[in-house]
């Protein structure tokens, strides 16, 4: 590539600011205002990065980061945009997908097994099981674009919202007029260009001067526009429903909810196709323009140009006007419009040879374009090849053609038709508050396209509710931007459709061959527009060779629409600031002091246990578990789900959505509640307590919490019935304080008479406890003497501080999560979600007694009765493990002649008994028949345990209602005797795990 | 990024809601929001010192809040609590509350919340129930003088996150926050 070219008003690029750079390990330098990709054409770089398949030198295709031949490596950073990324001093820049550099790329004989590398091959031949590994090993060393360091630091990129009346998307002349039009009718305008700065492509795209002059006209005036917000370098990375639109800037993704929205996208320009296209050197011409009067780099000093409309004599003179010689125009057309254009490159002395194409490029020594050979068309898509050409050239330009960048617009719900005297799709029907101005629409004239956007924006802002819209026809016009077949067939291939894919025509036609002749199925089977430019520079001619493989028109095809993102977005801009939502206790501070580990329950931070100087972690459980078994223990379960429910129809509401009986539960008293689904399945549990008539207060599961409330509510709007729900899970703070000594501590604190006549088990009474207003709920939690007390969150600290204190005398210990779990797991009582799964039902998890089939109706009634009346998949048994074995851990599998027989759900070693105990799941046969049942522990270790009824511990529960208090000689209870039923001890809820 | 955050203390709170709710507030006195999701406040106190913040949450439900402690809120809760009006459900409120300002407090709310607080009309009166940073909020805006000021409410439980993340963000600004390597 030629090297940078003198200095032109207007350039992008501030000469006075050199900057320096690497790549490749060589040194160069730019100038500030350079992009990465104008940067390297002007220090001659022959070639920028090699293709994803084949590892062929790649150079500029685009300019406008509409391909990824010009990804790179920069500073750390995997794949960098260099066509759009503005260089910086220092850079260190690499090529992707290369291996021993750029350009030694050892990979590059891909090139050469092209033929064994058909469409679709890797579906065909690494389908072996046996050598899957093998290849997955290789695809991922070979494939994948640019290294990411995780060394690398971590940070934010804050998203943020954005609102407007009306979001127009593109900055050219169309866009511009759109939204100067929406701000006269008094909206406000959000305006987005992708480009660093306002005019689109119609400043370089060889405007007159006096179009040159109107739209820096426009220019100004929207910059004095005070409702107007320009956003460059920002890209419409998706539409979303409701006018909500995806913006991607460098820095950030802003989600801008616009009433309306314009779509003023233009098009995006369509390379030729023929033997060797991507050669570095060959360009589409809208580049070069860019590279020219932006950038001031040449594409070449003998530039020949492949032309299939009359913008590419345009694109001759403007380059002439740039400094750059064109040597000849190959037109794919047998006639050229009259046009001022077209003579003047005659008369500029511009060969012009009409109906010839380019057969294919030839390279030099150094990989760029040397040559071109061209020849007559002698039909659609074939050149006579005994009446070839040779040009010599070191720039071939491409100008056949536009593909509208109309995939936001299908996003948003719009469909298209294709206008056969445009060869573009243009819209058919667009959905409430979707306009479409500009080239986008089929408008190519500049002074049609400035109108087209003031009709456009006007109407939106009308939609938006500002001003009226205006009426004025859509001037698509008759000249034809775009050629129908700008694709020639060469017997040896390479002939690229996707510079991305590496996808050549024959491919496609392979694949149209084998079945894949949908627009649809070519895509996915080929692979075509599934590259980083998402089809952009690829769909419209894979459309043409699909239709003129199938012998149809491009309108029985369509487009496919690709799903956001329209365009890479990194990673770290979707990621934006990371919002991970944690609820706390307001006993935290408290807890931290006291030593807490911390572990997450659902939303919640709790504690594990409390770790004491001196004691190990096992050490501290254990002591918890004692501390609750002799003496007093206390724990935080503020994070239960905690409901109030008013009404005179509250009971009977209870009485449908829980498996009890609640109509006929005493005021003052609690009872135990097992809520299903409609299939049977436990879905949550929890306490109801009875305040008064027509008062409950009722517990739920931590992580069932919002669900469940949200479910209550629906089914309250359902039912209709005098009934009100109150949510004051995270108003209200909650403490169980259980032991033998428990009375004896929280009675001189409280109001409310403790003895047993007055207080029995499982009753609920108001009161005060240190001046604090408090509900108390005696229920057997970890199966002792205890009580749950809830109180307002403000009001905790006092109350978990006044019991610390007061029982610090008789080794009162705070107990966490795993504590509590041995304990409960002592009494049996299972754990919703870990010890039942998605299909549990009452039967299986041995919980019919919580469960009153006489009532008229409950959720889940009709499906138990069915089950009920077949053999269970599997029950919820208690199991022991004799010492000397290793422990199982949770869902290991149980194993019974040689199949899976059942699993462990809950398994902890008991510090009260002494032994390993658990609860699993296992088949009825297994459970029936007694005999020791196999866990398949780590490492296929096999285990031994017993079926054994369940609580493991005070099986009559004479320690959660002691009359008499428990004696030195009945610490623990035992196991009962081997025939003795289980006790059903009412299970209580629990933090999940 | 200039923006304040200030958590106020020494607020009470009450909650009520139900078919009779607003005719229960009209009968103690006080002035009833005609409109859904609307507020209004009244002197309250011996002397008028304290303002009462009423506002009504959708139709049926009303969340009051006073500046100062044991004040009307309080009486209020202590008389549903005693009478158990029918129609009327006490709500228990132990919210935390938050008063964002500042000249950038637009910029911090849309790094928050995706509801155009800037558009709304403090004259108005409105009260917003959105998300903030993922929790469920009660959102007020004012403007005092000439400046807006956005009173935040959220259940007590997502106070030291909710808290925690504000800050942060006004930390940062709008810029990208680079953590240690």
Redesign the interface.
């Known amino acids: 590539m030629s090297a940078r070219m003198e200095a032109r008003p207007g350039e992008w690029i501030d000469r006075r600011r050199p900057l320096h750079f690497r790549f490749e390990g060589r040194d160069y330098q730019g100038f500030a205002g350079d992009t990465i990709t104008s940067a390297l054409a002007a220090a001659g770089v022959p070639f920028l990065g090699r293709s994803f398949k084949y590892h062929r030198p790649r150079g500029i295709l685009s300019f406008a980061n509409h391909d990824s031949n010009t990804l790179f490596q920069v500073d750390g950073v995997p794949n960098v945009r260099g066509d759009v990324t503005r260089l910086e001093d220092g850079m260190q820049i690499r090529a992707v997908n290369t291996f021993g550099g750029l350009a030694g790329d050892k990979a590059r004989i891909l090139d050469r097994l092209g033929r064994w590398l058909p469409v679709g091959f890797y579906y065909k031949a690494f389908h072996s099981k046996r050598w899957f590994p093998r290849w997955e090993r290789l695809f991922r060393r070979l494939t994948g674009l640019g290294e990411v360091n995780l ?13 407007c009346d009306v979001l127009v998307i593109g900055a050219g002349p169309s866009g511009l007029a759109a939204a100067l039009a929406a701000a006269q009718s008094g909206a406000r305008v959000a305006l987005v260009d992708e480009s660093f700065r306002l005019g689109g492509s119609a400043a370089d795209l060889a405007a007159s001067a006096e179009d040159l002059g109107t739209l820096e006209t426009l220019i100004g005036s929207v910059g004095q526009t005070e409702s107007i917000e320009c956003h460059t370098q920002t890209v419409a990375a998706g539409y979303y429903a409701d006018h909500w639109v995806a913006l991607a800037d460098p ?2 993704l802003t ?1 801008m ?1 616009a009433r309306a929205v314009v779509f003023a996208t233009g098009a995006i320009e369509q390379p030729a196709v023929f033997r060797n296209n991507d050669l570095p050197g060959v360009l589409l011409a809208s580049a070069a323009l860019r590279l020219a009067a932006r950038y001031r780099v040449s594409p070449g000093r003998r530039v020949v140009i492949v032309a299939g409309n009359l913008e590419a004599y345009r694109s001759c003179l403007e380059l002439d006007a740039l400094g750059i010689a064109v040597v000849a125009i190959f037109d794919l057309r047998r006639d050229t419009e009259d046009d001022a254009a077209v003579r003047a490159c005659a008369a500029l002395g511009v060969r012009i040879a009409l109906g010839v194409a380019p057969y294919e490029a030839q390279a030099g020594a150094d990989g760029r374009v040397r040559a071109l050979v061209v020849g007559p068309l002698s039909g659609e898509g074939r050149v006579d090849a005994q009446r070839l050409e040779r040009v010599e050239c070191d720039a071939v330009l491409m100008s056949v053609g536009w593909a509208p960048a109309s995939q936001l617009l299908l996003q948003a719900g719009g469909r298209t038709r294709f206008a056969e005297e445009l060869q573009q799709f243009v819209p058919q029907a667009l959905p409430p508050g979707v306009f479409a101005a500009g080239r986008v629409n089929g408008v190519h004239d500049f002074e049609a396209r400035l109108s087209d956007g003031r009709r456009a924006g006007a109407a939106a802002a009308a939609h938006a509710g500002f001003g009226t819209a205006i009426s004025v026809p859509v001037e698509r016009g008759t000249r034809c931007p775009s050629h129908p077949f700008p694709i020639v067939d060469h017997p040896a291939g390479k002939n690229f459709v996707d510079f991305d894919e590496d996808l050549q025509v024959k491919d496609l036609q392979n694949a149209v061959q084998e079945g894949f002749d949908s627009s649809e199925l070519l895509k996915r089977y080929s692979t075509v527009g599934m590259g980083p430019s998402q089809g952009k520079h690829s769909a419209m001619n894979a459309l043409r060779i699909l239709a003129r493989a199938r012998g149809v028109g491009m309108e029985q095809l369509g487009l496919t629409t690709a799903r956001p993102m329209y365009h890479p977005v990194p990673l770290k801009l979707l990621a934006g ?1 990371r ?1 991970h ?6 006993l ?1 501070a408290l807890h931290a002091a006291q030593g807490a580990v911390w572990m997450p329950a659902g939303q ?1 931070r709790r504690p594990e246990y409390y770790a004491r100087p001196g004691e190990s972690r096992t050490e501290s459980i254990t002591a918890e578990v004692r501390a609750v078994r002799t003496g007093a223990g206390l724990i935080d379960v ?1 994070t239960l789900g905690k409901i ?1 429910i ?2 005179p129809d509250a009971a009977l509401f209870l009485e449908r959505v829980y498996a009890g009986r609640y109509a006929d539960l005493r005021v003052g008293m609690t009872r135990y509640g097992l809520m299903l689904d409609e299939s049977g399945v436990i879905i949550d549990d929890g306490v109801i307590a009875r305040l ?1 008539d027509d ?1 409950f207060y009722f517990t739920t599961t931590t992580g069932g919490a919002a669900t469940v409330f949200r479910e209550l509510l629906r089914l309250n709007a359902l039912w209709g019935l005098n009934c ?1 729900l ?1 949510n ?5 703070a909650a403490v169980n304080f259980a032991g033998p000594a428990s009375r004896e501590i929280l009675q001189p604190l409280t109001d409310v008479d403790l003895a047993d006549a007055a207080f029995p088990y499982l009753a609920v009474r108001e009161g005060r406890l240190a001046g604090v207003a408090a509900r108390f709920l005696r229920v057997g939690f970890v199966g002792e003497l205890g009580y749950e007390i809830h109180v ?3 009001s905790a600290a006092a109350v978990w501080q006044a019991l610390m204190s007061a029982g610090r005398g008789q080794g009162l210990r705070p107990f966490g999560v795993e504590a509590q779990r041995l304990l409960r797991l002592e009494k049996g009582h299972f754990i919703v979600s870990q010890d039942t799964d998605g299909l549990t039902d009452p039967i299986q998890a041995s919980a019919l007694w919580a469960v009153n089939m006489k009532k008229p109706f409950f959720i889940g009634q009709r499906s138990l009765r069915i089950l009920s009346g077949r053999t269970p998949r599997q029950v919820l048994v208690g199991i022991e493990i004799d010492a000397g074995q290793p422990t199982p851990s949770e869902c290991h599998l149980i194993i019974d002649g040689g199949d899976i027989a059942g699993r462990v759900t809950s398994i902890g070693y008991s510090p009260t008994l002494n032994k390993t105990i658990g609860l699993a799941m296992v088949s009825p046969a297994l459970a029936q028949r007694g005999a020791p049942l196999t866990i398949r522990a780590d490492r296929g270790v096999m285990v031994t345990a017993r079926i054994v009824p369940t609580p493991f511990y005070d099986p009559h529960n004479a320690r959660q209602k002691p009359s008499v208090p428990p004696t030195a000689e009945t610490p623990g209870g035992g196991a009962p005797a081997a025939g003795t039923p289980a006790a059903a001890a009412p299970a209580r809820p629990v933090a999940p795990a | 990024m200039n923006a304040t955050l200030h958590v106020p203390e020494g607020r009470s709170r009450a909650g009520l809601k139900g078919p009779r709710a607003a005719d229960w507030l009209a009968q103690q006195g006080l002035p009833v929001p005609a409109s859904a999701n609307t507020w209004l406040t009244r002197a309250a106190g011996p002397s008028g010192e304290d303002e009462v913040l009423i506002a009504r949450l959708g139709v049926s439900e009303f969340f009051l809040e006073s500046a100062a402690q044991a004040a009307l809120p309080e009486t209020l809760s202590a008389e549903l609590a005693a009478t158990h009006p029918a129609g009327v459900y006490p709500v228990l409120r132990e919210d935390v509350c938050f008063l964002l300002g500042g000249a950038d407090v637009h910029r911090l709310m849309a790094q928050v919340c995706n509801v155009n607080v800037a558009a709304l009309d403090p004259a108005a009166r409105p009260v917003v129930m959105t998300l903030m940073a993922g929790v469920a909020v009660l959102v007020v805006p004012r403007a005092i003088a000439g400046q807006r000021e956005y009173r935040i409410w959220c259940d007590p439980s997502f106070g030291p996150y909710l808290q925690d993340t504000l800050a942060t963000v006004i930390a940062d600004g709008d810029g990208i926050h680079r953590g240690a390597a």
């Open positions: 060394a690398s630091a971590c940070g934010t990129t804050p998203k943020r919202y954005g609102f820095d950030r989600k909810r600031r919002f939502v944690e609820r706390r206790s307001p935290d919640w503020g109030e008013y009404g008064r008062v009100g109150v004051v899970t995270g108003h209200r307002a969150a403000g």
